[in-house]
């Protein structure tokens, strides 16, 4: 989803307030976002419900609180920056829905949004990063998604979505083209005959065409979990 220059991404006109149950939960999880803009001031900077991100060009893009939730709940999202990734001009926002959560990246060199689903986890270089969310309330994402970085922005490279039960967790990254994860699914008879769960080892290559899923599912690498 593109941002211009400067926009407010699910507002409306007017200030916004919010409410102090809402700062609560913030607080609770993320403490502190006023010291956090502080330390990045030159580049971010929050004035009531808005949140505003120096672009490279000298203007911003900004993300609105929104108002008026209890009667359009699915369009309530409101906004706490976490953190800047100074060389890579990208801005890490936490978003409140109103069932749920998530996080996007704000591109300082293009002004998009990227929904990435929760922290990321930078390759080596810093030329891409992985996210893995993992959500059993049918709110959220659940899958692997990775983005190269490029030019103050990030392109897709993989968005590989999950409608079974099944949760992926970085391991590692074994160099800039090589993903090692975990996958917890539930139990193979054959393999775990008295586990609920089971996980499994995959990994994820960059190869000529993209990246390439290789799971080692055999009786000595996947651990039974009971």
Known sequence: MSLSILLSLGGCAGKNRVSSEEDDYFQFFFPNEEARIKKF????????????????????ATLTDFEG???QQYECESYRFLNYYRDEELY??????????????????TGETHRIHTFPGFSPDRKRLITTPGDETGYGKNGVFIWRVEDGGLVSELAYE????????????????TIVLSKHVRAYKEFCPQSIFMTVPVTLRLEKGGWKYYEDLSVDTVKCIQ
């Open 162 to 177: 999950l409608y079974e039960y099944a949760m992926y967790g970085v391991e590692s990254w074994e160099d800039d083209g």
């Open 69 to 71: 939730c209890e009667a």
């Open 41 to 60: 001031s030159t580049y971010v900077k929050r004035e009531g419900d808005t949140l505003y991100f120096k672009l490279r060009t000298g203007s911003y």
């Open 92 to 109: 890490l926002v936490f978003v409140k829905q109103y069932e749920g959560f998530d996080y996007v990246m704000v591109a300082g060199g």
